[in-house]
């Protein structure tokens, strides 16, 4: 057993030595918008390598009472290694100079909210996505052309909820529970029997309730997305999912059971309600009009088979009210008039990214070249 730790350490720190030497020549240890995170994987490195150390220390004392104790600790460093060689390392190694935009936007998002100022960021390519987790550096994923324009830039701030969520996790699922009683007492009719039909009826309810676990928090992180990025982030929304196909517009009901997001026309039609609240009224137009005429052409009738009514409006809505408190992301408007208090190194893109999207709903033909110089200012302010 004491040949087998140790050569599974040796081993570990073989490995780290490697890893080690591909992080510090990578090209994104130069760059300022991912020191950060480059300082915590690297510092993970030493702490990981210092625990390998002394596990090569204990076993070299040759006590067979701690042996288990040792094999413990082994497996720790294992998987920790495994967690930054495969996870952690490669939004540094595989850095690119047009990873500067992205990076400027996801350091400035973390800084001005005080739940994530010290939690490091960085992107990585993949459909968008990311792992929200307070206690690790939070990777976000984009696709590799969405990342050296504007127009989806917004799409990090739903990525942002989540991290928001798990920030606030139990008062989150607190809030989400309550929503999903109120959702069982509209679902129960008056008159109940005790047959099959009930039983199945029983059945379908409890899904219906449970899949709004899922569905709450996909709903709140569209609502943060709106907050924080205003029109911008709508038809970012829009445009990303609107000619996906008949999918995005209506599924049957065995496949919304415990789905975890809700149809996109579903959320659309939420983020147009709530971007018309907000005072939004234009865009939320814009966005209506066209979801419900690119549902006309495909022939869908919106049916969400129980999963959604009209009465459940008013609980969601005040439900996603609440979870905003909770989470306090700044808000469209804050950064629109610069009158947040809140402060990053970097400058709010919020200005831009609605310049943008006014821009490119205008005048498509000239806005490429009008990307182009507007990201290399924003990048030198």
Not at 22 to 34: F, I, S
Not at 70 to 81: C, D, G, L, M, Y
């Amino acid at each position: 057993m004491q040949e087998i730790l140790r050569h599974s350490n040796v081993h570990v720190l073989h490995e780290l030595d490697r890893l080690t030497t591909l992080l510090r020549d990578a090209p994104g240890v130069q760059m300022t918008e991912l020191e950060p995170y480059y300082t915590w994987v690297k510092n993970a490195g030493e702490g990981l390598r210092q625990s390998v150390e002394q596990n090569l220390r204990d076993l070299n004392l040759g006590q067979r009472d701690i042996l288990a104790s040792i094999a413990s600790e082994t497996q720790k460093v294992t998987r920790f290694f495994h967690m930054l060689d495969q996870r952690l390392a490669g939004p540094v190694l595989r850095a690119r100079p047009s990873d500067r935009l992205c990076l400027r936007v996801l350091r400035w998002l973390h800084e001005v909210h005080p739940q994530t100022l010290h939690i490091p960021a960085a992107v990585s390519d993949g459909q968008f996505a990311s792992y929200p987790d307070p206690h690790w550096p939070t990777i976000y994923f984009m696709p590799p052309s969405a990342q050296t324009g504007l127009l989806y830039l917004p799409l990090f701030f739903h990525e942002f909820g989540h991290l928001l969520y798990a920030c606030h996790e139990a008062e989150m699922d607190a809030l989400v529970e309550q929503l999903q009683e109120t959702l069982a007492e509209l679902l129960t009719p008056g008159i109940q029997r005790e047959d099959l039909h009930d039983r199945i009826e029983v059945e379908k309810r409890r899904t219906i309730v449970e899949t709004w676990y899922a569905w709450a928090q996909e709903l709140f992180c569209d609502a943060v997305g709106l907050t924080i990025g205003g029109p911008a982030f709508a038809h970012a929304f829009s445009l990303h999912l609107q000619m996906l196909g008949r999918g995005h517009f209506s599924l049957p009901a065995d496949e919304l059971a415990r789905r975890d997001h809700p149809v996109t026309w579903l959320r659309i039609q939420l983020l147009v309600h709530r971007a018309r609240e907000m005072g939004h009224q234009e865009d939320a137009e814009i966005l209506d009009t066209r979801w419900k005429t690119l549902a006309t052409a495909l022939g869908i009738v919106a049916d969400y088979h129980g999963f959604y009514e009209e009465e459940f409006l008013p609980a969601i809505q005040e439900t996603i009210d609440d979870m905003l408190t909770e989470a306090e992301p700044v808000t469209y408007s804050d950064e629109l008039t610069e009158s947040t208090a809140r402060a990053s190194l970097f400058s709010s893109p919020i200005r831009l990214l609605h310049r943008a999207w006014k821009q490119f709903m205008e005048n498509h033909d000239e806005f490429r070249q009008w990307e182009e110089r507007e990201i290399v200012t924003f990048l030198q302010s």
